[in-house]
């Protein structure tokens, strides 16, 4: 909103004004007296239209150029408003140049500054170079565009001058000349190259949110699922990253990357899904916007510095503080490990991943101790943090030691700062880039003697319009009249100024509204239940990859720093990948039994394992338990390798000592003692029938005698009548005399009635289909199962 204060007309208008207020003022006690008592009207506004300073709002859309030269011109456009409730009459606006700043607080100072000063504000610049507005009704908006040539601004001495635009006219209630509106901004303005120039690293940052989930289609390819498809329109033509790397390849900046966002990118280049409603997926769009993006990417960055992060971007502050019981360390040197590889993979080259960078480089002890912990040697502070004490008169080099062989690279605060706040239009783009401008140059001017290296580290995620200032910003700086570009490997190895706080603050120094939004407890403590559930599952897997990558990396993103203020999405994000995990770990389990009977004291027990996988599983072992030894002992567990898709029946031998019901639990088993999955129980009923059996075979065993002997002496009678006959034809008439020998009848019959070689069968020993033949050696790969 711009700012307004009235004209002196004549030289007797202070005594005029002198004279109305205090009249006004003694008219008006005895009726704010009675007013203070009266309640206030229903429905009554708070606020009324703006008078006054506040009358007319003026913006400041464009200011060409932001640094001028000794023969140039500047112009300035923008736009005002009428804000309050009568017309303004005879407007116009004309172009205002202040003081020069004599430091960096001074600019502070002046940008928070409210109300119209002379003497701060400076004289307007009349004539041909205003321009006439009018008359102005309420509401209407009028745009301007103010050029004015370089020797007319008074611009003496290399430094940051205060400009301004004010809005001058009468309204209905005061006919006088009055500055009714004014927006102030910064001109830098350098007429010769600085002798010792501030060298100047600034980070140009490709993170995003969180979108792929760990689950993958059904189909053969497993084809990712995204959490939504909104990171088709940042990579998309206008969108936030589209522009980053579009404007960044011509910049002379550090690109700092999280990978997860090249692996995310990399893997809409393929067919994936998006979740819908419930669990059904849908198609994604983006395959053509990130094949073009990451195309880009690789151009862009070409013979530039790149540094990763840890993989996903793990919150380093919230581990620090909340995760360190729950044995979260562990996966930031994991994370750190899959940035170089992912870099590599996907861009084909090596980043440099030895700098961590905590949330808007806020540090205390514990968080340097974990950003350290994986490798980095270089911490990403800020001056607000990590902040002087000393009393020096300058910014010192960003460069501090802070011991263990660690340095600090303190960036800016009021540089890195300067581009945060929402930038919706031309006008808030504008002050930014000259706010930005006007803090470096005075930067240089502290002690233009003494060359230091300073950092910028902007917000990690910018919005595109804030990345369109930025770059404003840094095209502005390309003459290097006061500045120059270095890496960021530069800056951190630089010769670290004496004077400057080497000390990290304490841990109660680091701010509260941080600390509120940090990752809960709670959080860590899922992501290590997980974790470990996966290296169990892991271990029975033919095909890890298939499972362990999308898993893997969704742990690590729900540790994200990008989860900030998203507390429940980010729980929802957390608790999916568990379920899905745990869902997944399911479809290798036991098939439950039903009591079963056994008779005898020797048998066999099948269990079924069921692998509901796309792939092999082995280094499972099963293993059967019996609540009552004494009762029913059963045999070893042992080894299972089973299809995928498929099922498999594993034998136990068992051993009955008495009858009754027996408890029996079935329980798999990975290769390192770890139970796998839930206990399966069933019953045995043992049912001890070993007389009946003994008789039924003794009567087998006497029938067979007895038949043995029958055909014994049958035959050896036939033999004995053979010789007899013999005898008598020899001693006879010739005549051969017919024996009536009964037995000679019945052994005919015998023969025909029972054959030498049939058995009599018995009653089996164990008739119940629940088991089969002993075996030590698995049965068959089983039936095919549906998914």
Same mark, same amino acid.
């Given at each position: ?12 208008? /202070? ?75 005879? =407007? ?25 000063? /002379? ?132 910049? /002379? ?18 067919? #994936?899904? $998006? ?7 849908? +198609? ?133 700062? =300067? ?6 239009? =031309? ?119 298939? $499972? ?18 998203? !507390? ?50 082995? !280094? ?14 059963? !045999? ?5 390798? $089973? ?32 139970? #796998? ?21 003794? !009567?087998? $065993? ?34 051969? +005399? ?50």
């Amino acid at each position: 909103m711009a700012e307004a204060a009235e004209i002196p007309g004549t030289p007797s208008a /202070p005594a005029r004004r002198w004279f109305r207020r205090t009249a006004a003022l003694l008219a008006g006690v005895p009726l704010l007296a009675g007013l203070a008592q009266l309640p206030a009207a229903p429905g009554a506004r708070a606020d009324s239209a703006p008078t006054g300073s506040r009358t007319v709002d003026v913006a400041i859309k464009t200011v060409t150029p932001t640094v001028p030269t000794a023969d140039g011109t500047v112009t300035v456009s923008g736009t005002v408003t009428n804000d309050g409730d009568s017309t303004v009459q005879d =407007a116009y606006v004309a172009l205002r140049v202040g003081p020069r700043m004599n430091s960096r607080t001074a600019i502070a100072d002046a940008a928070r500054r409210k109300g119209y000063d /002379p003497a701060q504000d400076g004289t307007e610049i009349r004539g041909e170079y205003s321009k006439e507005i009018g008359a102005l009704r309420s509401g209407a908006s009028r745009d301007f565009r103010l050029s004015v040539p370089v020797e007319q601004l008074n611009l003496t001495n290399a430094g940051a001058y205060q400009m301004g635009v004010s809005l001058t006219g009468q309204t209905t209630e005061r006919r006088w000349d009055q500055v009714l509106g004014i927006e102030r901004t910064f001109l830098p303005w350098q007429p010769s190259a600085a002798t010792k120039k501030t060298k100047l690293t600034f980070l140009w940052p490709l993170v995003s949110s969180t979108h792929l989930t760990a689950r993958t289609g059904t189909d053969e390819q497993q084809s990712p699922v995204f959490r939504n498809d909104t990171l088709k329109d940042e990579l998309a033509p206008g969108g936030r990253l589209q522009r980053m790397v579009a404007l960044g390849k011509d910049l /002379p900046v550090t690109w700092v990357i999280d990978p997860d966002l090249l692996a995310t990118a990399d893997a809409m280049t393929k067919p #994936y899904e $998006v979740r819908g409603e419930g669990d059904d997926t849908v +198609a994604g769009k983006g395959q053509q916007a990130a094949e073009q993006w990451l195309g880009d990417l690789q151009r862009a960055i070409e013979g530039k510095e790149v540094v990763a992060l840890p993989f996903a971007d793990p919150d380093l502050a919230s581990l620090a503080h909340r995760g360190k019981n729950h044995g979260a360390l562990s996966h930031l040197q994991t994370a750190t490990e899959l940035a170089s590889t992912t870099v590599e993979s996907v861009l084909g080259i090596t980043p440099r991943t030895d700098f961590a960078w905590p949330v808007d480089g806020a540090v205390d002890p514990s968080i340097i101790d974990v950003a350290t912990s994986a490798g980095a040697r270089n911490v990403i502070a800020r001056s607000d943090s990590l902040q002087e004490t000393g009393g020096l008169l300058y910014t010192p080099s960003a460069a501090r030691q802070i011991g263990g062989g660690n340095t600090a690279v303190v960036a800016d605060a009021r540089l890195s700062t =300067a581009f945060s706040r929402g930038m919706p239009t =031309a006008e808030s783009r504008t002050l930014a880039v000259q706010w930005f401008l006007a803090q470096s140059q005075m930067l240089t001017l502290q002690a233009p003697e003494n060359q230091r290296s300073i950092l910028v580290a902007p917000q990690r995620m910018p919005t595109a319009r804030q990345v369109e200032a930025m770059a404003t910003a840094l095209r502005s700086l390309s003459g290097n009249r006061w500045s120059q570009p270095q890496q960021l490997r530069a800056t951190a190895t630089a010769e670290p100024d004496p004077a400057a706080t080497q000390r990290v603050p304490g841990r109660g120094a680091y701010s509260d509204a941080l600390r509120g939004r940090e990752l809960p407890a709670s959080a860590f403590k899922t992501v290590q239940e997980t974790h470990t559930a996966l290296d169990q599952f892991q271990q029975i897997l033919s095909v890890r990859d298939r $499972v362990v990558t999308p898993y893997g990396t969704s742990i690590l993103r729900g540790m994200s720093t990008s989860w900030r203020g998203e !507390g429940r999405q980010a729980e929802n994000f957390r608790n999916a990948v568990q379920r899905d995990l745990k869902s997944l770990t399911g479809l290798v389990r036991l098939i439950p039994k039903s009591t079963i009977t056994l008779s005898g004291r020797s048998a066999t027990i099948p269990v079924t394992v069921q692998n509901g996988l796309r792939q092999d599983i082995k !280094g499972l072992e099963l293993r059967l338990v019996s609540s009552q030894r004494n009762r029913l002992a059963v !045999g070893e567990g042992q080894p299972i390798r $089973v299809e995928g898709g498929h099922s498999q029946s594993v034998k136990f031998g068992t051993t009955a000592y008495a009858n009754g019901r027996v408890r029996v639990t079935a329980q798999l088993y990975t290769a390192d003692g770890q139970a #796998y999955g839930g206990e399966m129980h069933f019953e045995v009923n043992v049912t001890e029938s070993t007389s009946t059996v003994l008789l039924v075979i003794a !009567g087998g $065993v006497l029938l067979l005698v007895l038949a043995g002997i029958r055909i014994y002496l049958q035959r050896k009678r036939a033999a004995h009548s053979d010789e007899s006959n013999k005898d008598g034809g020899e001693h006879g008439d010739g005549v051969r +005399a017919e024996s009536e020998d009964p037995a000679g009848d019945m052994g005919e019959q015998a023969d025909e009635n029972a054959a030498p070689d049939a058995v009599v069968p018995g009653q089996p020993s164990d008739p119940t289909p629940d088991t089969g033949s002993q075996s030590a050696e698995p049965s068959g790969s089983g039936e095919k199962v549906d998914h």
